[in-house]
């Protein structure tokens, strides 16, 4: 079994909840690259599309009382899965996904999806997911994901595998101290971690 198998059959053992590439993104610890003046400048994405990317991944994981996903960098993580581990067909497809929230957002709005207010932003953010439920295979006879659940993916995986989403969301201790099984959660705040 080579490789490619493997991460298949993880894929499938886990119920698919993650696509092959992100599964091959993590694996391979998929680390974002910055300039040499540390800036990040998207490879995959245009500018126009990262900002969309950015108040796309922002709205599906707010700033709250932890960071959201701006903060997290999401959007460069999203950029390097595009990049180094999707396929040709699952980027276009993405990156046409990119272009439809536009058009849409046009449609209703007759403005671009990052000129919209945050109420507007949510609504339509709604309508693309129940479109994602109501037709889960946009492509027939593909393996491909509706748009917008590639993005939830994208931002969650992200996310979560940021120093940000683990240390600050999940409370991530990588060094932990002494073990208490018995602590009341008032002391601990959280049950996870």
Excluded at 130 to 141: G, W
């Amino acid at each position: 079994m080579d490789r490619r198998e493997a991460i298949k059959r993880l894929a499938f053992l886990s119920g698919g909840a993650l696509s092959l590439s992100t599964v091959a993104g993590i694996m391979g610890g998929c680390t974002s690259k910055s300039n040499s003046s540390g800036s990040f400048s998207p490879q995959t994405l245009t500018d126009a599309q990262n900002d969309l990317v950015i108040q796309l991944s922002e709205r599906i994981i707010p700033a709250t009382d932890t960071p959201g996903a701006q903060a997290a960098r999401v959007n460069e993580y999203i950029d390097l899965m595009l990049t180094e581990w999707n396929t040709k067909e699952e980027r276009e497809h993405f990156l046409d996904g990119l272009d439809r929230v536009n058009e849409l957002s046009n449609q209703q709005y007759d403005h671009d999806f990052i000129d919209l207010e945050e109420a507007d932003q949510i609504a339509l953010l709604e309508e693309l997911e129940q479109q994602a439920l109501d037709e889960p295979n946009p492509v027939p006879d593909s393996d491909l994901k509706p748009f917008f659940d590639m993005m939830k993916e994208f931002t969650v995986v992200g996310y979560y595998t940021s120093e940000i989403g683990a240390s600050e969301e999940l409370n991530l201790n990588l060094i932990p101290g002494y073990y208490d099984a018995c602590l009341p959660y008032s002391e601990v705040g959280r049950a996870w971690s």
